[in-house]
């Protein structure tokens, strides 16, 4: 069965660096999602994408983040100078259509900013 | 703003059935869905309601009011692997957006 996929599963930062995390939707879904979650607490959304644009962000997208899909494959979020408040689990999730209900998530990446 | 708010925590005994509630309050509405997510895991979908009534889907089903801005899962049957956190989620203004309540841990007792 086909699945989303994350890379790294875990990865530890300084504060002020910039961190790459990488997903690969599942292959003929169109409409790519990443969130967040702090341990414990509730699933963040931050962004939305679909046909090489974002189509949504939330308050917490800002411009220290950014999206990317840079082949057919890749489906990237960059945070250009991380916090502490960063540390979270995040989320890549893809979806088939416009019914963006039925989500289908990857395995997360941990991010630890020190 | 859109908020939704589900109980944190529900307790059950294997073998029954629990109803997990979700009230919501969003400008717009497309939709309520629900997910399951196991500690450390992700989440992963449950159901979806967009029109008011019932949605059985095995051991799940879920059910919304429209004009009661109301929703719930009901899990019957219970088996110590639905011990899990649940989380109803909405598409309020936008579809291109899940709004996510703050999750309700079941735990499931022998």
């Known amino acids: 069965e086909p699945e989303v996929t994350q890379t790294p599963s875990h990865q530890v930062t300084q504060m002020g660096q910039e961190v790459i995390l990488r997903c690969v939707p599942i292959?003929?879904?169109?409409?790519f999602y990443w969130y967040r979650q702090i341990l414990g607490q509730k699933v963040e959304f931050l962004v939305s994408f679909y046909n090489n644009e974002i189509s949504e962000k939330s308050e917490i997208f800002d411009d220290q983040f950014s999206v990317e899909r840079p082949d057919g494959s890749n489906f990237t979020l960059k945070i250009r100078s991380t916090k502490l408040e960063d540390s979270a689990m995040y989320f890549c999730a893809s979806s088939p259509d416009t019914s963006s209900y039925e989500q289908y998530f990857g395995p997360g990446t941990r991010l630890t900013v020190t | 703003g859109q908020s939704l708010e589900q109980p944190s925590e529900v307790t059950a005994v294997e073998g029954a059935i629990v109803q997990i509630n979700c009230t919501y309050q969003?400008?717009?509405?497309?939709?309520l869905s629900w997910y399951q997510q196991h500690d450390g895991g992700a989440p992963t979908f449950l159901s979806y309601n967009a029109l008011d009534g019932l949605e059985e889907t095995g051991r799940f089903s879920s059910f919304l009011s429209r004009s009661d801005s109301y929703g719930y899962l009901l899990l019957q049957e219970l088996q110590m692997k639905d011990s899990a956190s649940y989380f109803c989620a909405v598409m309020g203004n936008s579809n291109y957006q899940l709004i996510w309540g703050a999750g309700t841990k079941l735990i499931i007792k022998p």
């Open positions: 969003t400008s717009g509405f497309y939709g």
């Open positions: 292959s003929n879904h169109l409409y």
